[in-house]
């Protein structure tokens, strides 16, 4: 009778194993299907790459998400790098979104755009959160990042995104159907044209303020993740404009991060000081407020793929 009962019940746990690997195989097919592809392509890039193929990672929100061509850097300058910024991404995001990239590869430079020290939250907005947390694969580094940033009833819908999106099946096309498009390396090209309101200029770089704590306390864990696996980290802002309201005092936040840069031994590369270099115009360069446009990109990446190769040289 023992000799009869062990194998049904090696059977039995078998068959409850095999199902339950079926039930979250189509839970991670349906997730997947469902949830919003407006920001998909760009952080999937990273996972398309070949382990070992990026020597360049650039990091941050959609500043240099749209300043930054990768492809550009690889064609024109023989640069193998990576674009793994996000829309919104604020720099608590960004920690957990290099934790994320040094599972795949193993950069010997990181570009890390600061504009997000304005911002004194640990998220932008829910909207935003989605943006980075659902093209993240899973693991340690997504979990670890749903479970510090939102509080404790807010986290299931990020870790299990198919209950944001579970009524979007009404608007399903062909294209959420299709494999990522991943040709752009990440970088995202905006087109249009802004001006800036009549009077705006850039600041002077001695005029500063003070960035937001918890933005340079997560910064601060860049620094010494990167230190750690003997990454080169460099800190740019790439151009940017300003409304005419500017509550968070955005130019003078950006010039302070030299103080930080170099009170930390780190190279800080403000470029809305070096548009003259770049031939940039905000007049022309910018496709709204905050984003440089198309041609804009050609320029900032230009600009930073030469600095890249004459860093190299030396």
């Given at each position: ?10 059977t ?9 690997l ?10 997947e ?9 760009y952080?999937?890039?990273l996972?398309?790459?070949?382990r070992g193929?990026v020597d360049v990672?650039?990091l ?5 998400l749209?300043a ?26 960004t920690?957990y979104?290099l ?13 890390l ?7 004194d ?7 935003t ?6 093209n ?8 670890r ?6 509080p ?12 944001a999106?579970?009524?979007r ?5 062909a294209?959420?159907?299709?494999p ?6 990440g ?11 009549d ?21 601060d ?11 080169e980290l ?10 005419e ?5 955005r130019?003078?936040?950006?010039n ?11 190279t ?16 022309t ?9 198309e ?12 600095y890249?190769?004459s860093?190299?040289?030396?």
């Amino acid at each position: 009778m023992e000799q009869t009962t062990k194998p049904a019940a090696k059977t039995g746990v078998l068959r409850t194993l095999a199902f339950a690997l079926l039930f979250l195989a189509l839970f991670h097919v349906t997730s997947e299907v469902l949830e919003d592809k407006s920001c998909r392509d760009y952080m999937a890039a990273l996972y398309a790459e070949p382990r070992g193929a990026v020597d360049v990672l650039i990091l941050g929100s959609s500043h240099p998400l749209n300043a930054i061509d990768a492809s550009r850097l690889a064609e024109k300058f023989g640069i193998r790098a990576n674009n793994f910024a996000q829309s919104g991404q604020v720099l608590p995001q960004t920690y957990y979104a290099l934790c994320e990239a040094l599972r795949y590869q193993t950069p010997k430079l990181v570009v890390l755009d600061v504009y997000k020290a304005v911002q004194d939250s640990l998220i932008d907005s829910p909207a935003t959160m989605h943006h980075t947390a659902d093209n993240m694969s899973p693991g340690l580094p997504k979990a670890r990042m749903v479970f510090d940033l939102l509080p404790r009833g807010e986290r299931a819908e990020y870790l299990f995104n198919v209950i944001a999106y579970h009524s979007r099946w009404k608007e399903l096309s062909a294209a959420d159907f299709a494999p990522p498009d991943v040709s752009a390396k990440g970088t995202e090209a905006l087109r249009g044209s802004y001006r800036p309101y009549d009077g705006w200029a850039v600041l002077p770089e001695e005029v500063t303020a003070p960035a937001a704590a918890v933005e340079l306390a997560y910064l601060d864990r860049i620094v010494a993740l990167c230190e750690e696996k003997g990454i080169e980290l460099l800190l740019v802002s790439v151009p940017f404009t300003t409304p005419e309201s500017d509550e968070l005092n955005r130019q003078a936040v950006l010039n302070g991060m030299a103080k930080y840069a170099a009170e930390r031994g780190l190279t800080y590369v403000n470029l809305m000081h070096r548009t003259e270099e770049m031939g940039f115009d905000f007049q022309t360069d910018m496709a709204d407020v905050y984003h440089v446009n198309e041609r804009g990109m050609e320029k900032v990446t230009d600009w930073l793929g030469a600095y890249l190769t004459s860093r190299a040289e030396r």
